[in-house]
DNA sequence: CAAAATTTAATTGTGTACAATTTAAAATAT
DNA sequence: ATATTTTAAATTGTACACAATTAAATTTTG
């Protein structure tokens, strides 16, 4: 089939939407996993940041996760209301709002250990193509 | 350093977050193209199936997309409103909606047609890694 | 053929996601 | 020291995204 004109604008052509698709369609996989855990895919990688630096102000947690504020604030409203964080005023400096893991926020990472080798394994990757994959994905977030 | 116990959990040692920020990114840079044709990126996506089929149900272009009409119908309704597609029942089958192109959704094809080389011109891959990387993320979606 | 099952969209409800604006506090610049 | 600018979150508004339900039409089945 010789090129036409058009090509560039068909759907199979694209970089961009497999790359789309394929985001939705791992946090899909998530799913099964976070739901016993009261877990939404946001709520997750949110508690991953929180699990590693126990306090964080709002800004620094959106930088870790490319998420603004507009996103952020209801979410850990949601996640202080459901008992994993709280949200203060730090005193130092009374623009920002310190966000730090609770004891029960910090239980939940004995349950969330077992969520990365259950959904890696129904991911069709092999160990190297994963990474293979990560380090071409990392390029475009610069 | 030596593995630690929770090194599974951390975000840097995820796929799934490289790949879900990779997409936002990716959507995120089609914006400035995109606003022009006044167009959002998944109205996009879907002039492609629309610019390459002419007629479609909704739940085809759910099939091309991976959308749920939940997310289409009110799309589909506001594209109809700004003139790039029609929504009709179908006679030969009642429940179907048939989406159809109008003049004014393909004469937006013309303009559209730049829109793929200046968001690859912006993406810094080269053209080896890109197909590299579309093939992995194909596995993904299966 | 009539009842049951399936299919197709639409709807409802919840949860992001981000642009743009607002508000308050802190930093800086005169 | 006060006015200006900058910074940090919160808020507002728009647009997905999907699970679950609903409603209507069609297909299948006894």
């Given at each position: 089939?010789?090129?036409?004109?058009?090509?560039?604008?068909?759907?199979?052509?694209?970089?961009?939407?497999?790359?789309?698709?394929?985001?939705?369609?791992?946090?899909?996989?998530?799913?099964?996993?976070?739901?016993?855990?009261?877990?939404?895919?946001?709520?997750?990688?949110?508690?991953?940041?929180?699990?590693?630096?126990?306090?964080?102000?709002?800004?620094?947690?959106?930088?870790?996760?490319?998420?603004?504020?507009?996103?952020?604030?209801?979410?850990?409203?949601?996640?202080?209301?459901?008992?994993?964080?709280?949200?203060?005023?730090?005193?130092?400096?009374?623009?920002?709002?310190?966000?730090?893991?609770t004891?029960?926020g910090?239980?939940?990472?004995k349950?969330?250990?077992?969520?990365?080798?259950?959904?890696?394994?129904?991911?069709?990757?092999?160990?190297?193509?994963?990474?293979?994959?990560?380090?071409?994905?990392?390029?475009?977030?610069?």
């Amino acid at each position: 089939m010789k090129p036409q004109k058009y090509d560039a604008l068909k759907l199979e052509n694209q970089l961009c939407f497999p790359l789309y698709a394929a985001a939705k369609e791992v946090v899909h996989r998530y799913k099964p996993f976070l739901d016993p855990l009261g877990l939404t895919y946001t709520q997750y990688i949110t508690m991953m940041v929180m699990w590693e630096h126990k306090e964080l102000t709002v800004s620094q947690i959106g930088e870790y996760l490319h998420l603004d504020t507009g996103t952020l604030t209801p979410m850990l409203k949601k996640m202080e209301s459901n008992g994993l964080i709280l949200r203060q005023r730090s005193k130092r400096d009374e623009r920002e709002t310190i966000i730090s893991i609770t004891p029960e926020g910090k239980a939940l990472r004995k349950q969330a250990i077992e969520v990365p080798a259950k959904v890696s394994s129904c991911v069709n990757l092999t160990l190297d193509e994963a990474l293979q994959l990560k380090s071409l994905l990392e390029k475009i977030i610069i």
